[in-house]
């Protein structure tokens, strides 16, 4: 009977060990010198401190003296999870179960021991599978509010730049007026590509990018800088590479360098200093491998350098992840970083981060420069708007002021223009009058008739009718389902007074002066 007790004991597939009730080890089996390194004779008689930890050591006697005054079974499956030490100094964990045992001799414990490393393996696997799906959860929802919002948002933006072109044009002989608005303007176009930014991050659409001189976007970054840094922030610019040519978009370039420049700046409360450099660094194969995204060849480097806060190392691991902040609620999104990491991504790039608590945070911003380093970039003339004919134009949208705004726009490029509010009333116009009306200008997004449905209509009526359709929705219609509808041009608002003009000259320009003059 000893021998077959002894013979299952040894072939357990758990590890299998008993001590005596000061801890000796008695007997073990073959699976604990499988998980410890030890042979049988080395175990015999020592204390099974030997397999713990050094750093548990002096608090696990007392841990045991408590079980051996009032031992009862903790059975595998309800045993803690514990950490073994092995004969060659290295760690694993364990989970442990108890069987104290009484006997003539005394008391005696048998412990159950499993390696339990492929168990968390899996574990953590499955922990960072559901992290991914909570971040693409995230990813997906600021997706979907961007594109909620982007109607709205879009039209806020369209009636602010219509109207400051409309009093730039009013104002040219005041250089004053007409600067302020032009940055009224340039604000408004920079609020719609946000809008945009914001899509191509959550929903990793490609970037547009086109040749970018990043000392430009450098210098004009610094003059909303100025304006908007708390006081006792200095900022010095450093272009030490005015050859600076990527392939980029300005707008993404112009979002990098404010988020990074804003999160310097609030970590330096007290004031501090902020230095944004630009220059031009060679990567080598040996750079290349310690940074993911960076290839052999030359960088146009963006660096932003603060003497502020810093970041622990445990706050530089999360810096990058979506909606990691350190800031109180309300205070932040925790998207300024990550939104900057996933622009760099677009652009072929990489971002690099250096922080810690005394000195403050250097990011470094790595642009692939391009090898046609010639000037190439020339000051652009805006073209005058062409003028219309006399044409008569609907304007359709369901936003009074839009309507409004788009009536005043047209009539000073030329045109005869009539706004409506509503899909029906413009249906109800073209019926009335079926030779009109040159061109239908319509919102997409309106209630009871989007523009889409409006254009059907009008191709039933009037089926070589050129239509215009205007959106605030930043997604892209399919060109069948527009062709479908019979609609020739979009535009995604907010237009600007130039883009309207061009588009109304290119639809309109086979309709012939003369049938034009006749509707009137």
Do not use: W
């Not at 608090?59 to 803690?80: D, I, K, L, N, Q």
């Not at 970018?212 to 004009?220: D, I, K, T, Y």
């Not at 988020?259 to 004031?271: E, F, I, V, Y």
């Not at 134009?393 to 788009?406: P, R, S, W, Y």
């Amino acid at each position: 009977m000893e021998a077959r007790l002894r013979a299952a004991v040894e072939s357990a597939p758990t590890g299998l060990i008993m001590t005596d009730a000061e801890g000796r080890i008695v007997l073990v089996n073959r699976e604990i010198g499988r998980l410890f390194g030890y042979s049988r004779e080395e175990l015999h008689g020592q204390a099974i401190e030997l397999l713990i930890p050094h750093r548990f050591r002096d608090h696990h006697p007392a841990s045991r003296e408590r079980f051996t005054a009032h031992p009862r079974a903790r059975a595998m499956g309800a045993g803690r999870d514990l950490r073994g030490r092995r004969k060659d100094g290295s760690e694993l964990p364990v989970e442990v179960g108890l069987t104290p045992v009484a006997t003539e001799d005394g008391l005696y414990v048998i412990g159950s021991v499993v390696d339990i490393s492929a168990r968390l393996a899996a574990e953590e696997a499955q922990r960072l599978v559901a992290e991914q799906l909570r971040q693409a959860q995230k990813m997906e929802a600021v997706g979907t509010l961007a594109g909620g919002i982007a109607h709205d948002f879009n039209n806020l933006l369209g009636a602010i730049m219509g109207y400051a072109e409309l009093v730039q044009q009013s104002a040219q002989d005041n250089e004053e007026i007409s600067a302020d608005v032009h940055e009224i303007i340039v604000a408004a176009q920079r609020g719609r590509k946000l809008v945009q930014q914001i899509l191509v991050f959550s929903r990793r659409q490609q970037a547009q990018r086109v040749p970018v001189s990043l000392a430009g976007v450098v210098r004009e970054v610094q003059q909303l800088l100025r304006a908007s840094l708390p006081v006792g922030v200095n900022m010095e610019i450093h272009i030490h590479e005015e050859s600076s040519r990527v392939l980029a978009d300005s707008t993404s370039v112009h979002q990098v360098i404010m988020n990074l420049a804003t999160n310097a700046a609030q970590a330096m409360p007290n004031g501090g200093q902020l230095q944004i450099s630009l220059l031009r660094q060679s990567v080598d194969a040996e750079l290349a491998r310690m940074h993911a995204g960076l290839r052999e060849g030359d960088y146009i480097v963006i660096e932003v350098r603060d003497n502020g806060e810093g970041m622990d190392e445990a706050t530089q691991a999360r810096a990058m992840e979506p909606f990691f902040t350190t800031k109180p609620a309300g205070e932040g999104t925790g998207l300024g970083l990550s939104m900057v990491h996933g622009i760099m991504q677009d652009h072929g790039g990489a971002i690099t981060l250096d922080s810690d608590t005394q000195s403050g945070t250097t990011v470094r911003c790595l642009f692939p420069a391009r090898a046609d380093e010639g000037s190439g970039f020339h000051t652009a003339v805006a073209p005058t708007a062409p003028k219309g004919r006399g044409q008569h134009i609907l304007f359709v949208d369901d936003e009074q002021a839009l309507v409004t705004l788009g009536e005043r726009r047209l009539r000073r490029q030329g045109y005869v223009v009539t706004g409506v509010t509503s899909p029906a009333s413009a249906l109800e116009l073209l019926t009335a009058k079926p030779g009109q009306f040159s061109l239908v200008i319509t919102d997409y997004s309106m209630p009871d008739m989007n523009g889409l449905a409006l254009a059907k209509h009008i191709r039933t009526v009037h089926p070589t009718m050129p239509i215009l359709l205007l959106t605030g929705y930043v997604e892209e219609l399919p060109d069948h389902v527009l062709s479908d509808a019979g609609i020739q041009r979009v535009l995604q608002k907010p237009v600007s007074n130039a883009d309207l003009a061009d588009v109304c000259n290119e639809l309109l320009a086979a309709t012939p002066v003369d049938a034009a003059a006749r509707q009137h």
